[in-house]
């Protein structure tokens, strides 16, 4: 039977979706079905009864069948909102998530708090779609970042997100950087990151969407997942003033590793979980320099 309403294929694409196993398939296909229209989930029902021509048929068919093959709906649409704004989106980058705008917000507060917020400097390790350092610089006004990521990939997609925010580009500097290596001691006085926290063994068992579609690069954190986290920590002891802040997101179940691996140098403020009340970030203050 052909489909002749923007509704019926609407309805169709929710239930192939479900019998595919998509989780959320009505929200999945109401925002397949809204971006081929040009137009927001909630303007839908206006176009229900519209009939569906080529113009809508083909190409939200096309996106449908990518996403019956577990393709991230981000990708997909091209972009996606993180706290109050709007970023491009794409295979070169980790996709933006809820636990990280709950790490952000933590951040900000306890960065309030301290005699620098009104003028600091900070870095955004393992960038990705630079969604950190943009919030980070539209937050607090007299901030000054660096954006950085080993990924070519991810650095086209942070730049591309930059260009999205003019008003923040005097102030943030997009730079290809292994972490902190290069930056000079004493140099920052915040360092924010997430990342990759997976143990290398668990990402190709990872959700289909993740594991076939995300870059393993943003992923894969080693043997025991924590292996750049060392690295991070490490060299942020150098790299940050004394009284700056680390902090960083982690996987559920290595907090008592971490708080191992947290050496003499480091202060603990918070070691926290996020809505879903899993373990999910550090927040750490580098400690006054020992004088002699």
Not at 94 to 107: D, G, H, Q, S, Y
Not at 231 to 241: I, Y
Request: hydrophobic content about 45%; charged content about 20%; overall charge negative.
């Amino acid at each position: 039977m052909t489909l002749t309403t923007i509704r019926e294929q609407i309805i169709a694409a929710r239930k192939l979706l479900t019998e595919r196993q998509i989780e959320d398939a009505a929200f999945n296909v109401d925002c397949l079905a809204a971006h081929v229209l040009c137009i927001t989930n909630g303007q839908l029902p206006q176009f229900w009864n519209r009939p569906a021509d080529a113009a809508f048929a083909v190409p939200f068919q096309q996106l449908l069948a990518r996403r019956c093959s577990h393709e991230p709906l981000q990708y997909l649409l091209g972009e996606w909102s993180f706290l109050d704004f709007d970023v491009t989106v794409g295979p070169g980058a980790l996709i933006p998530r809820p636990e990280t705008e709950e790490v952000f917000m933590a951040a900000a507060a306890e960065i309030a708090r301290r005699p620098f917020a009104d003028k600091f400097s900070f870095a955004d390790v393992g960038t990705g779609t630079g969604v950190l350092a943009i919030a980070m610089a539209r937050k607090f006004t007299g901030a000054t970042g660096f954006m950085l990521d080993i990924s070519p990939a991810a650095m086209q997609i942070a730049a591309a997100n930059l260009q999205r925010f003019p008003e923040l580009s005097a102030r943030l500097e997009l730079r290809q950087n292994d972490l902190l290596g290069g930056f000079a001691p004493d140099s920052l006085d915040v360092v924010i990151s997430n990342p990759p926290y997976i143990e290398s063994t668990e990402v190709p068992v990872l959700q289909a969407e993740v594991s076939r579609f995300e870059p393993h690069l943003a992923l894969d954190g080693g043997k025991d997942g924590l292996e750049l986290v060392e690295r991070l920590l490490q060299q942020a002891l150098s790299v940050l003033r004394p009284g700056g802040l680390l902090v960083f997101e982690h996987g559920h179940g290595q907090r008592q590793h971490l708080k191992e691996m947290v050496g003499p140098g480091w202060l603990l403020i918070a070691a926290a979980n996020d809505l879903h009340g899993c373990e999910r970030y550090f927040i750490l203050e580098r400690g006054k320099k020992e004088t002699a």
